[in-house]
């Protein structure tokens, strides 16, 4: 069964500081990976995501992932964090080897970031 | 309109009532999903159309939810007879998989509807 995990439920980073948020995942065949953030109140916003290629995959805002297959990980990270950047982060695999009749993403339960100045 | 949008945004409803959401799609995206998301969790999937066939449901989708897209461009989800456990965020996501089909596609999300049953 796919599944995804965020170990923290909240990550604190000063402003001006590097960030990562952590997300590991199961799939029996080739994940598909995705980040998205959320703001309260509000729908998901796609950052980036991984199919196939290079292992670090760069997005929106300044964000960038590295997926790392021995690991089952696909950290998000970001050099320099802002304060505007405080909001909820989702991680969510695909298994690519279902078939393309197979919708859905898994989420991870997400991970709060609070950015201080 | 470049985006997903959801009508209403807020629902408000007494338990046993009926409830249904409409969703927009991006123009021309011929996946559309939809989601429920409760407090403190990520999003979980429902159900899934590729053009105006259902193509998934999962098992979360109980017989008092019925969801339909007749023409393949917006998607209604009905909730019968609600219950207080119905309350959550419910997402709506549209997505364009191209010429090559498969699963890469991205989904892009609406703002949702949020629906409280009292």
């Known amino acids: 069964a796919q599944s995804v995990a965020q170990p923290e439920d909240q990550v604190n980073v000063a402003e001006g500081n590097p960030l990562t948020v952590k997300c590991t995942y199961s799939v029996s065949g080739n994940p598909y990976l995705f980040w998205y953030v959320q703001y309260p109140n509000r729908g998901l916003q796609f950052l980036l995501k991984y199919i196939t290629g290079d292992n670090l995959v760069k997005g929106s805002y300044g964000f960038e992932a590295e997926f790392n297959k021995s690991q089952t990980s696909f950290h998000l990270k970001k050099p320099s964090a802002l304060v505007s950047d405080s909001a909820l982060y989702f991680c969510?695999?695909?298994?690519?080897?279902?078939?393309?009749?197979?919708?859905?993403?898994?989420f991870g339960k997400g991970t709060k970031l609070s950015v201080k100045p | 309109d470049t985006g997903v949008s959801q009508n209403p945004r807020h629902k408000i409803t007494k338990r046993g009532q009926n409830v249904t959401f409409r969703c927009d799609p991006i123009?021309?995206?011929?996946?559309l999903y939809w989601y429920r998301q409760t407090l403190g969790q990520g999003p979980e999937f429902l159900t899934y159309?590729?053009?105006?066939?259902?193509?998934?449901k999962s098992r979360l989708l109980s017989d008092r939810f019925s969801a339909e897209r007749p023409k393949g461009s917006f998607s209604t989800l009905e909730i019968q007879r609600t219950e207080q456990g119905d309350s959550a965020m419910y997402l709506c996501?549209?997505?364009?998989?191209?010429?090559?089909?498969?699963?890469?596609?991205?989904?892009?999300f609406g703002p949702g509807t949020r629906l409280t049953v009292l």
């Open positions: 159309f590729q053009n105006e066939a259902q193509l998934e």
């Open positions: 969510a695999v695909r298994d690519g080897d279902y078939g393309g009749s197979q919708g859905n993403l898994i």
């Open positions: 123009s021309e995206h011929n996946r």
């Open positions: 996501a549209s997505s364009d998989p191209g010429l090559a089909g498969g699963s890469t596609d991205t989904q892009y």
